[in-house]
């Protein structure tokens, strides 16, 4: 049993109703959430860079043949 049979797919005219409707309701904080969207996936992306880099130097310090102790 499919608890939103009723509702069926949306089509392009329901989501521009849904869309509009919120424009209406969210209209003046919109800028202000979308501005803050924004600042969260780039500041995601640099921890995300920053994790391939760590990786990439932990690989690379791995492959990395270690130096022989000098012989006395």
Do not use: H, Y
Not at 16 to 37: D, E, K, Q, T, Y
């Amino acid at each position: 049993m499919m608890p939103f049979a009723f509702i069926g797919s949306l089509g392009p005219m329901e989501i521009a109703i849904v869309g509009g409707v919120m424009l209406l309701m969210f209209g003046n904080r919109l800028p202000s959430v979308m501005r803050s969207l924004g600042k969260s996936v780039v500041e995601f992306k640099k921890g995300v860079a920053g994790i391939e880099d760590d990786l990439d130097q932990a690989v690379t310090a791995d492959t990395k043949k270690p130096v022989p102790p000098p012989e006395v």
